[in-house]
């Protein structure tokens, strides 16, 4: 790939690519395709969906290259586009198993960086990788064990870093709305994560 390619914009590789320049899309797909794929493996925890929904939200990319909004950022479209193919490829997956929301605890005004900080930072066994790995799992598993419209937004706001304004976009609901479930979302993990800790200590 032409190292030269690093100092265009998104804009401006989509403004190629539009134009016919399919090496332009190639470095988009460069650019993104690590945080796409991280972000579909903790919002689906399915490898096999996860594949499928990353190759289909590329070929989205790929074949809309006549219809492009060249006034949207291009990184919370293409999150838009993996989010709403998630979605869709979850709910076919479970027709016949429906996750119920349950009773959510209040988060208190928990902050979930503290949190998050708290559990990647585990001073235990702080040399132990082994110890870290382990850690990893259990945030990777009590997020994927939480309800659909809870796990997306955390896994937004904390993992991608995205603003309120782009995750409203990217989820098309009001900003009111991210934020009201976005402390749901955290008062969520940290009560399941207290029971994941129960359930680890009890083993």
Known sequence: ?????KKFSDAELLARYAAGDEAAFRE?????KNSLYAFLRQFLNRRDLVEDVFQETFLQ????RDSFDHSRPLRPWLFTIAANKA??????WQRTAAVPIGTIADSEDLSFGDVLNAITSDSRMPSE???RTETALRVEQVIANMPENLREIL???YFNRFSYKQMAEILSIPIGT??????TAVGRFAKDWKASDGDKEAK
């Open 1 to 5: 790939m032409d190292p030269g390619w």
């Open 28 to 32: 988009i797909v460069t650019r993104y």
């Open 61 to 64: 990319l790929f074949t809309s």
């Open 87 to 92: 979605k869709d490829a979850l709910r076919k």
């Open 129 to 131: 990788n082994l110890e």
């Open 155 to 157: 896994v937004l706001a």
């Open 178 to 183: 991210v934020k009201s479930r976005l402390h």
